[in-house]
């Protein structure tokens, strides 16, 4: 299978044909169980994208549950909750009952760990 610039040099030297036939001329088929050919397009064209310098889902940082790119807002609930995600505190490594000292400011929030040496600085 052809990755990067070998992959975007192969795309261009075929020009116009069918996605089937791209796909297969840069190895992106495998074989089914009975013998005939599957042409891989998902992997041809994350291939393709990633070649392009464009990442798909290649790590887990900003990416939360279901594959979802986190957003990195928050929105108060009807309750007056203000809830952070799991994803987040996952990023954190954060554990059920670690606790934090709430600061308020003009308009802002912040959360700082019980023990950190940030817990005592106003």
Do not use: H, W
């Not at 610039?5 to 089914?32: F, H, I, M, Q, R």
């Not at 308020?104 to 019980?114: D, H, Q, S, W």
């Amino acid at each position: 299978m052809l990755t990067g610039a070998d992959l975007l040099t192969k795309v261009k030297e075929l020009g116009d044909v069918s996605k089937t036939d791209l796909a297969t001329a840069c190895g992106y088929v495998s074989k089914k169980k009975d013998g005939s050919d599957r042409v891989n397009f998902t992997a041809f064209y994350e291939a393709l994208l990633n070649a392009k310098g464009i990442e798909l889902g290649g790590g887990s940082a900003g990416i939360g549950k279901g594959g979802r790119k986190l957003s990195y807002t928050a929105k108060v609930q009807g309750n007056g909750n203000l809830l952070v995600g799991k994803a987040y505190t996952a990023m954190l490594d954060l554990n059920p009952g670690d606790e934090f000292e709430i600061k308020l400011g003009k308009k802002a929030i912040r959360l700082i760990p019980v023990g950190s040496e940030e817990e005592g600085e106003e």
